[in-house]
C-alpha cells in the first residue's frame, strides 16, 4: 500500500483488514510522504500489550493501536482501525532549591 491508497482509503472511511494493519505496522507505507514517528507501549495485561504505532504520511499524523503477544502462543493482533492524531507538545516545570549564599 502506498501512502496516496491510504489517505483514500483512510478518508471514504474504509476498513483496513488486518493483513494491511499488520504490513503498516511492520513495514511502514510505500512512499516518501510516509515517516514513522513512534510506538507507544502500554502496560502488560496478562497475555499481550498494548501498542500505539504513531506515523505521519504528508502533513497528517496517524495511530494504528494493537496487541502484542506476551507468549510463543500469543499472536500479534492488528483489528483496530487507524485514526487521525495531532502533536501536542507539553512542557514539565521542575521546581528545585538550591543553598543560598
Known sequence: MDTKEFIAKFDNKERFTEEELRKIVWDGIDGDEYNFIKTEEGKDLRWERPMTEIFQVNDR??????????????????????????????????????AVE
Do not use: C, H, S
Not at 71 to 98: C, G, L
Open 61 to 98: 499524523y496517524f495511530a494504528i493501536p494493537w496487541m502484542k503477544g506476551l507468549t510463543e502462543y500469543q499472536e500479534n493482533f492488528y483489528d483496530y482501525q487507524p485514526y487521525e492524531v495531532r502533536p501536542v507538545e507539553k512542557a514539565i516545570i521542575i521546581t528545585e532549591y538550591v
